[in-house]
């Protein structure tokens, strides 16, 4: 919807999901301290001789919790937001269909996830050339040596899929987030309730995954396999996980967005 | 819900659909460990452990897990070994044939890949982001995460376990694969293992999962098998070590080379707590398996600055045994019991075996020092 | 043009809306009159599908609510409890956001429509403030706006003249009438009394969540049968007129009789002074009063 880039906010939560990477990579540059292998960030100790794969840290920095928070703040706003702000029922007497507001509002999540990935990607691939420098052959800005996880040189053309398959999947792994999130925006007029809801869920399902004793419903949480999109930087790729968690995804957003319909379809609006 | 109204109809209806679709999709993960396990494979168990024994040659790439939950302090300079009996690994594997293979370990963001290649060893660890090259056979070596895969692993006890009995157990499916199974319990009373059961595809040979579940224990509490494994043989590409001109070349690969380079101290005796030395390495004297079958043991002498830490952690962790010429500790998980003993030197002993054992090698050790 | 029938709405314990049957005919202009918290609002939202009755049927323009609501909406123009609008956004681009999200209203001629119907609420000249900066009357303008976009055939207004300053409320008054007059069935609830006095032909009277009132304000305005007389010799009237006076207020009376006419041609055969004469009307403030209980937000003691 062309309401979304209408609103100062949302290049704001854009701004800043860049601005944790930049920030994090001055560090990085002025310091040249790695975090130590296998811990802080991912591909964070790699950037230090490669800047070209600084797109991949900057995924690894804003995903796990900056990303998901901007998407549900927005999802959670969307349907609460206009209702406590009086457009919702104009809307539905415009007429537009329950349904397919709903839809748009999802498609408005996904514009803005690839928007904010797309705008972290570039501003990330920047800050990493200028800052750690790439190796560049002859003053070409692509480096020609980016090594995969796995040590294999990856070409230019393969980081670029590898990317985009990054972005695809990162922009998978935000429809569960985006689906509660909506769901809990039908429920109440209140965006910020709605936010705070899907925020619950998640952060209770991080402390899940990392505790041993829930290993039984692990493989079934909404995050387990969020950070499933590096075995895209292994070589050979490493899809088992990509594939589970973009099919946890789904499940979670269709079950999530069925109830979402199936409550708003239904819901008296006296807003 | 709401109070009724004109559409609640609807509503109920829509409520149902939704319910529904999560009742197929929750049921999914259910029916599917329900599936009946295949039916008893009727393989006789000497020709399936004479199969699995065979299985070597066995091209396979697959995904393996392994999980151990004992409840094992980190060791310094040690935590390759400690690490899979304590926690969960993950690991990619492609088999060409004994000397052609990787094994990946996955963890997080980072990996260490294992390549055998052309008469060596080859190491790439992303953390350090160095490919390093390890020269010749090692008679000798600690256990590395590449032995934790299951037809390896399998294997490998199977050959400790020659003296003991396997008796057929029912089958399961593992990784796609409706596997028969074999348990062996081991004769010897010395050994904390109550039984190893090792299930395998029947009409190949190749292992697929084993458990180790010891005495006075319901569950297993080691576990490895594959979430995955495809019987073809691998890439060449793939199992071709990385950038080759690029390598850190080393002679030195682990922990027991440098310290048996060394060349101090006499060789181990002969026997330690009643038990007979099994093998003897020419220049390696300061390491050695005792025992017979799953209840052996190893035993290791390492300098001061090596073992000092480790020592503390199993005197922290562990039980003090009183000896005459040192201190010494044993620390029983109970699968894995070890011992650390410092006298002039610092022995470290490890084995599946009762902490009785043990002590009666602390025992032994003590004199030896004397 | 509206038939509800039997229209319940409770919520949990609370009974908002309470057996109504509405009838709307086309080319009304119907005024729905009730204190704050009689169901009004609930009731224009049940009409427009916002809100589900728990009983009852509703039928806008020959089309079943809320089963095919979409079949009617695109052909409503409505205002529902003030206008909603994106406060970050301007006016104008608050009326093109709204007329592309729904179906219908071509793209080609969406701003000559929205030129029009800023022009007729009388915003023609509004800047690109955003709207968070409007007034309360403009706010109020824009959203009727909004309702006139599509230039619908029925209009459903809840409360249109909230916020307006008195010639707002006039020109409001205007626009409606000279739609209506161009053939727009025009429905407002408001419980402003003078308001729909002003503007309506037709009147429903809500109270307590029950429409208890319901008919043409030409016929809840009848003579009741008495003449209002004004003369500075009352004494004289009463003397005359005997026992058929039934109110004094100086040199008001209040007199029983079914004809003025007549009555004045009496008064000045007598010689009677008169000052006024006209028959007695029901006010609809009196027919209002008559037919509700008490004000709503009063709340009784239980003594």
Redesign the interface.
Not at chain 2, 2 to 8: D, G, K, L, M
Not at chain 2, 106 to 111: L, Q
Not at chain 2, 124 to 129: C, E, K, P, Q, S
């Given at each position: 919807m062309a309401k979304l880039f209408r609103r100062p906010r949302t290049y704001v939560i854009a701004g800043l999901l860049c601005a944790l990477p930049f920030v994090v990579a001055v560090f990085l540059a002025t310091t040249r301290i790695p975090p130590p292998p296998g811990q802080g960030g991912a591909f964070l100790s790699a950037v230090l001789s490669n800047g070209a794969l600084y797109p991949a840290a900057a995924m690894a920095l804003v995903m796990p919790v900056f990303l998901p928070v901007s998407v549900a703040v927005l999802a959670g706003d969307s349907v609460a937001g206009e209702a406590s702000q009086g457009t919702l029922r104009y809307l539905l007497i415009r007429p537009v269909g329950r349904t397919r507001l709903l839809v748009a509002k999802l498609v408005a999540l996904i514009v803005f996830v690839l928007f904010a990935i797309g705008a972290v990607l570039l501003t990330s691939f920047l800050t990493g050339i200028t800052m750690f420098g790439g190796e560049p052959a002859a003053g070409v800005a692509i480096p020609a040596d980016v090594t995969s996880l796995s040590g294999v040189t990856i070409t230019p053309f393969g980081l670029v899929l590898r990317l985009l398959a990054t972005v695809v999947y990162i922009v998978i792994s935000m429809l569960s987030v985006a689906a509660i999130a909506l769901f809990l925006s039908t429920l109440t007029d209140s965006g910020l309730g709605a936010a705070m809801g899907a925020l619950a869920v998640l952060v209770t399902s991080q402390v899940l995954v990392t505790l041993d004793a829930a290993a039984a419903i692990r493989p079934y949480l909404p995050t387990r396999y969020w950070l499933a999109w590096i075995d895209f930087f292994r070589d050979p790729m490493l899809l088992r996980d990509v594939e589970r968690g973009a099919g946890i995804q789904l499940v979670f957003l269709v079950v999530l967005l069925g109830a979402a319909w199936a409550n708003f379809m239904t819901r008296d609006i006296t807003n | 819900m709401?109070?009724?109204?004109?559409?609640?109809g609807?509503?109920w209806r829509?409520?149902v659909?939704?319910i529904v679709?999560?009742g197929v999709?929750c049921s999914v993960?259910i029916v599917l460990g329900l599936r009946p396990a295949p039916a008893a494979t009727t393989a006789d168990p000497a020709t399936l452990r004479a199969r699995m024994a065979a299985s070597a040659g066995l091209a396979f790439q697959g995904?393996a897990q392994s999980s151990g939950l004992l409840p094992l302090p980190s060791l310094p300079n040690l935590t390759e070994i400690t690490r899979p009996l304590s926690s969960r690994t993950e690991m990619?594997v492609w088999y060409a044939d004994r000397d052609s293979w990787r094994v990946?370990v996955?963890?997080?963001?980072?990996?260490r890949?294992t390549y055998q290649y052309r008469g060596s060893q080859f190491i790439?660890?992303?953390?350090?982001?160095r490919?390093t090259q390890v020269i010749g056979e090692q008679p000798v070596r600690l256990p590395r995460p590449a032995d934790l895969v299951p037809p390896d692993l399998v294997r490998r006890l199977l050959s400790l376990a020659a003296g003991d009995r396997a008796e057929p157990i029912t089958g399961k499916r593992v990784a796609g694969i409706d596997a028969a199974g074999l348990r062996l319990r081991p004769v010897s009373p010395d050994t904390t293992i109550d039984h190893v059961d090792v299930w395998a595809d029947p009409s190949s040979g190749l292992p697929v999962q084993a458990e180790v579940t010891a005495k006075g224990g319901e569950r297993p509490v080691f576990t490895s098998r594959f979430?995955?494994v495809e019987m073809t043989r691998p890439?060449a590409k793939?199992i071709t070590?990385?950038?080759l001109d690029d390598v850190q070349v080393t002679d030195a690969p682990d922990l027991l080379s440098q310290i048996s380079a060394r060349r101090r101290g006499g060789q181990l005796p002969a026997t330690l707590g009643g038990e007979q030395r099994n093998t003897e390495v020419a220049g390696l004297t300061s390491a050695g398996t005792y025992g017979d079958g799953l209840a052996q043991f190893v035993v290791l002498r390492l300098p001061g600055r090596f073992g000092n830490e480790a020592y503390d952690r199993i005197a922290t962790y562990g039980a003090d045994v009183h000896l005459d010429g040192g201190h010494g500790a044993v620390l029983a998980t109970g699968l894995l019991t070890i011992l650390a003993v410092r006298a002039e030197r610092i022995y470290l002993v490890a084995g599946f075996v009762q902490p009785a054992v043990l002590r009666r090698v602390a025992a032994d050790l003590g004199r030896l020092e004397r | 043009m509206i038939t509800t029938n039997g229209l319940v709405k409770t919520y949990g314990q609370v009974t908002a809306v309470d057996g109504v049957d509405l009838a709307v005919r086309e080319g009304d202009r119907y005024g729905l009159l009730g204190p704050n918290g009689s169901g009004k609002t609930t009731l224009v939202r049940m009409l427009l599908g916002l809100v589900f009755a728990t009983r009852g049927t509703i039928e806008v323009l020959g089309v079943p609510v809320p089963k095919r609501v979409h079949d009617a909406l695109p052909r409503i123009g409505a205002m529902v409890e003030g206008p909603g609008m994106y406060p970050h956004l301007n006016g104008r681009a608050n009326l093109t956001l709204m007329d592309a999200a729904g179906p219908g209203g071509g793209r080609a001629d969406r701003k000559r429509r929205i030129g029009e119907a800023l022009e007729r609420v009388g915003l023609a000249g509004i800047d690109k403030r955003p709207v968070k900066a409007y007034s309360l009357g403009m706010r109020q303008r824009l959203g009727l706006a909004a309702a006139l976009l599509r230039r619908p055939q029925l209009l459903i207004l809840d409360e249109p003249t909230n916020g307006l300053d008195p010639r707002g409320i006039r020109e409001i008054r205007e626009l409606l009438a000279g739609l209506n007059a161009e053939g727009t069935t025009v429905f407002l609830s408001s419980h402003l009394l003078g308001e729909i006095d002003a503007l309506c032909t037709r009147v429903g009277v809500m109270d307590r969540g029950r429409l208890v009132l319901q008919d043409e304000l030409a016929a809840l305005r009848a003579e009741t049968g008495r003449v209002l007389v004004g003369t500075p010799e009352p004494e004289r009237v009463i003397a005359l007129l005997d026992g058929r006076v039934e109110q004094r207020d100086g040199e008001r009376l209040t007199v029983r009789h079914p004809d003025p006419g007549d009555l004045n041609a009496e008064l000045i055969k007598a010689g009677i002074r008169v000052t006024a004469l006209g028959a007695e009307r029901r006010t609809l403030e009196q027919v209002v009063l008559e037919a509700t209980t008490t004000s709503s937000d009063r709340v009784e003691g239980s003594s």
């Open positions: - | 709401q109070p009724s109204t004109v559409v609640s609807q509503a829509r409520w659909v939704v679709i999560v999709l993960p995904y990619r990946d996955i963890d997080g963001a980072t990996e890949d790439w660890d992303f953390g350090d982001t490919l979430l995955s890439d793939t070590p990385p950038s | -």
